[in-house]
């Protein structure tokens, strides 16, 4: 659930921090191939917003979104507690558009 936008300012950050190759291109384009899951067939998308990603934006308010892509069993199971946990701890309707207004305020937009 990245755009091409954040996954260049994500690549390009870590890229000029790490003093790495500079294939930023070619790994934002694998990474926005593997999203092709997103777009076929029937799946439905529990998805949890950390509030600190509202209050810290990689690249701009412009480019936010997140990636993840966990294959392996254990780690399935591992994300799939924690996103239990924290999906008890999260806001929902109200609570949550009060909570992103306050954050889009803060940030000046």
């Avoid at 390009?12 to 790495?20: E, G």
């Avoid at 439905?44 to 966990?70: D, K, W, Y």
Wanted: proline share 4%.
């Amino acid at each position: 659930m990245q755009t091409r936008a954040y996954i260049t300012a994500v690549l390009t950050s870590i890229m000029r921090r790490r003093s790495l190759p500079d294939d930023v291109e070619e790994a934002v384009q694998v990474r926005v191939d593997e999203q092709h899951v997103l777009h076929e067939g029937d799946h439905q998308f529990a998805v949890l917003l950390g509030e600190n990603v509202l209050r810290h934006p990689i690249g701009g308010p412009e480019v936010m979104s997140g990636h993840l892509t966990v294959t392996q069993p254990r780690e399935i199971v591992m994300y799939g507690a924690a996103f239990a946990e924290l999906a008890k701890l999260a806001v929902h309707g109200a609570a949550a558009r009060a909570l992103i207004t306050k954050a889009i305020t803060a940030l000046g937009l």
